[in-house]
């Protein structure tokens, strides 16, 4: 009873088994399980020749070398069953049972979206900013009338990106430890580029412009002197108070023909210029003459000494001038009246002789 329910369901399973294989799989599996059969038909196969050359007896020796020399050949004929699965088993099949349409499933229901939100304000920018630098640099005019270089650039004119920093190496004519990013206070700047293919005498500009408000801070223009290739450089030093901070822009042109773009960024407030006080002089006074009570009248001079020179700071750069004090004239002596003469005396009035008398 037992037996006969164990071979019902080993049927079914085989039943189940082969209703749910297709070709394909099918093919796929008989190569697999013949390239199984050929690696355990030549392991056992080397293994009996190997185990019979080790036998005494010839008999059993030749026939266990036998056999191990049958599982290889038969692991040489499973190994071309095993082609033959591989190349042209599942086309042959296909050729006696063609395979059946697959019913593709095809959805049934199309969500479709009903409402569509259209927006019905529409904003439009009101502001437009405009650049102060234009994209494609262009020479100023006032440059354009100030050249004096009178050979053609080169076409083939080349020039490598712009590297900056406040120092520069005078020998090689090259910016120290370059980077984009600056702090104030900065003296001055360098940009230092390679070139190649330049012309002696060919007019070349190279404009410094903030690029906030887009002002020139500086610039030049001149006939190359360089030789045709190497290291070259342009610097800007401007009043300290120009270095704003913000982004600066390079240009440089050769000709009219604008070459070479480089930018920076230059961080924190400028320095600014401090008044050194200036020590105003004071004036030394005059000596003074003051008269004296003396009956002579003689005047007597008398000295002020001079004050010690004191500096004092002044914001004010002219030097101011104290008025001198004026010489007061000595006071004249006053003349001594003069003496007045004293009455002279009168004379007694002498006897008068009487007429006719004699004199004694």
């Not at 120290?176 to 002696?200: A, C, E, H, K, R």
């Not at 008269?291 to 004010?316: K, Y």
């Amino acid at each position: 009873m037992k037996g006969g329910r164990h071979a019902i369901i080993s049927q079914i399973m085989i039943d189940t088994f082969v209703k749910n294989l297709d070709i394909r799989t099918f093919v796929q599996t008989a190569f697999y399980l013949s390239i199984l059969g050929v690696v355990l038909g030549l392991f056992l196969g080397i293994r009996n020749i190997k185990s019979g050359q080790k036998l005494m007896y010839f008999q059993k020796k030749r026939a266990m070398v036998l056999r191990g020399w049958r599982m290889i050949l038969a692991a040489v004929f499973l190994l071309g069953g095993a082609i033959f699965l591989n190349q042209y088993a599942e086309p042959v099949a296909y050729r006696i049972f063609p395979p059946s349409l697959t019913p593709s499933l095809t959805p049934t229901i199309t969500l479709t979206p009903t409402i569509t939100l259209t927006p019905t304000i529409t904003l439009t920018p009101t502001i437009t900013e405009t650049p102060s630098v234009s994209p494609t640099p262009v020479l100023p005019d006032d440059i354009l009338a100030g050249f004096t270089g009178l050979i053609t650039p080169a076409p083939d004119a080349a020039f490598s990106p712009l590297l900056f920093s406040p120092q520069l190496d005078e020998e090689t004519n090259q910016a120290v430890d370059p980077t984009d990013t600056f702090t104030n206070p900065i003296p001055g700047m360098y940009g230092s580029f390679s070139y190649n293919n330049m012309l002696d005498g060919v007019q070349w500009s190279a404009l410094w412009y903030r690029v906030g408000d887009g002002e020139l801070i500086c610039y030049e223009s001149a006939p190359w002197a360089g030789s045709t290739g190497g290291y070259g450089y342009t610097d800007c030093f401007p009043i300290s108070t120009a270095w704003q901070p913000g982004e600066y822009e390079v240009q440089i042109f050769v000709g009219e023909v604008w070459y070479l773009t480089g930018r920076f960024t230059i961080a924190g407030d400028p320095a600014t210029p401090t008044l050194t006080p200036v020590p105003s002089r004071t004036p030394t006074p005059t000596s003074t003459i003051t008269p004296t009570n003396q009956p002579t009248g003689t005047p007597t001079i008398s000295l002020t000494p001079a004050p010690t020179r004191t500096v004092t700071p002044s914001l004010t750069k002219t030097i101011t001038r104290t008025p001198t004090p004026s010489r007061t004239p000595p006071p004249t002596s006053t003349m001594r009246p003069s003496r007045t003469p004293r009455a002279t005396d009168t004379r007694w009035p002498s006897p008068t002789k009487p007429a006719g008398t004699s004199a004694p």
